[in-house]
């Protein structure tokens, strides 16, 4: 039996204005589930709807597990809020300390916020401290990449390099730039993780020193793997040749793992599959499997303790949150994280990437695709374009798979994203797969 839920279906959909959502066209034929558990959603009428996102990249332990719901609601009972500054509650600390144990290299320190893009302004603005405490105050300018999401900040929005959701929001932040995207489709196409060519463009960011000088640039961020834009796993050496050449000018590299984290890419954080350990990692999403909203930052040591001088009594960073490290939000993470190691959920996912890379692949050959990409359990289908309608094709795949198919899918332009919770067994990769190829078909 599905869950049971206590949620009326609404008879007006107009007052709520929803986000990255085309708003008229779905209060015409609304997409709505009511409850969840492990692999499944439910609609109000009881009928399954297969996750093939994990939510929003995020519920990578599956739905409303027991352990993690049972941990939020004793939470809760027993503290519901404390202040983050200047006071403090056990399980922030406790958390924290299983963070820091998870990340590579000297990445010892956390600092907490409510989702990814206060994860990523955070890390831009410990940057830009850190310099200044260092006496490089001209150290200002932050550098992106072009297909780069990170997050809806002002500086999230400005190092990031979706012209959508840039061009109604004017300038952002002066003072940045952008590398180019590692994606090639005539030398990349249908590649099963990491593509052989591309490396060499690591590179463009030492044309980038030369054009405004390393005294003037704070950070790089980039995303391992970019997921928003659909699936671009980084080139074979492109990551370590970034951090070799922040390294040579004492810039920062910033790694925005807000999606890679938590087993997504099978191990704790994507710097680990890569071997690359950057000066800082945001995270979000995955840490509490989408229970509770929480993010932050990961910060290697010699940062944090540059921070840590002058008077005792001052404080050291001025910035944070009030649900920075929420009582909830660190039941839920704790709980999470002894689902991940109970259940081997990240090796579980190493395990199943090529099964999940051979499944979906074996979709070339139907009509409209272009290009498949698929690393970790992520995979991004990219189907040819309708004339003089782009993206109608993949919103009508997205539609048809959850109204006909009993499936939810994700979409970013005419790509097809699937990403689903790490506890899918293979027979829901067929499932998943095949759904997907029948829409796919349907609407060639």
């Not at 994990?54 to 049972?70: E, P, T």
């Not at 489709?185 to 463009?204: V, Y």
């Not at 970019?226 to 050496?237: A, E, H, I, Q």
């Not at 949150?321 to 939000?329: D, W």
Request: glycine letters at 12%; one cysteine or more.
């Amino acid at each position: 039996m599905p869950p049971a839920s206590s949620a009326p279906l609404p008879n007006d959909l107009e007052a709520y204005w929803m986000p990255f959502t085309a708003n008229r066209a779905f209060k015409k034929s609304p997409r709505i589930v009511a409850s969840a558990k492990d692999m499944h959603y439910y609609t109000a009428d009881g009928k399954p709807i297969l996750d093939g996102t994990a939510g929003l990249w995020c519920c990578n332990a599956g739905h409303s597990r027991d352990k993690i719901v049972q941990a939020i609601q004793a939470q809760a009972a027993e503290l519901d809020f404390a202040p983050p500054f200047q006071f403090g509650h056990p399980k922030v600390f406790a958390l924290a300390a299983r963070i820091a144990a998870l990340a590579p290299g000297d990445l010892d320190h956390v600092f907490f916020g409510n989702s990814g893009s206060e994860a990523v302004d955070t890390a831009l603005k410990i940057a830009l401290a850190y310099h200044n405490i260092q006496g490089q105050g001209s150290r200002v300018r932050l550098i992106g990449r072009e297909r780069a999401y990170h997050g809806v900040g002002f500086g999230g929005g400005a190092v990031g390099g979706i012209p959508g959701n840039r061009k109604a929001f004017g300038a952002l932040l002066a003072g940045v730039d952008h590398l180019p995207t590692t994606y090639n489709r005539a030398e990349q196409a249908f590649t099963k993780g990491e593509p052989e060519w591309g490396g060499h463009l690591a590179d463009e960011l030492e044309k980038l020193v030369a054009l405004h000088d390393a005294s003037t640039i704070a950070a790089v961020i980039v995303e391992p793997m970019s997921g928003s834009t659909g699936v671009l796993p980084p080139p074979k050496g492109y990551l370590q040749k970034l951090r070799a050449i922040c390294d040579k000018y004492g810039i920062l590299l910033i790694f925005d793992e807000v999606i890679c984290g938590y087993g997504r890419l099978g191990y704790a954080f994507a710097a680990e599959r890569y071997g690359v350990v950057p000066d800082m990692i945001t995270f979000a999403k995955g840490i509490t499997s989408g229970t509770v909203p929480m993010g932050g930052v990961l910060i290697r040591k010699p940062i944090y303790e540059a921070f840590m001088k002058g008077p005792e009594l001052a404080v050291e960073l001025t910035h944070g949150y009030t649900y920075s490290g929420h009582p909830l939000a660190c039941a839920a993470g704790l709980a999470t994280l002894d689902l991940y190691k109970e259940e081997g959920l990240f090796e579980r996912a190493r395990k199943l990437e090529p099964v999940w890379a051979d499944a979906v692949h074996g979709l070339k050959s139907l009509p409209n695709i272009l290009d498949i990409r698929t690393v970790g359990l992520t995979a991004a289908i990219d189907l040819a374009p309708i004339a003089d309608a782009p993206g109608k094709r993949a919103f009508g795949v997205m539609d048809k798979a959850f109204h006909e198919l009993d499936l939810l899918t994700r979409i970013a332009g005419d790509s097809i994203i699937l990403t689903p919770p790490l506890i899918i067994s293979e027979g829901q990769i067929g499932e998943i797969v095949e759904k997907t190829g029948k829409a796919i078909a349907a609407l060639a």
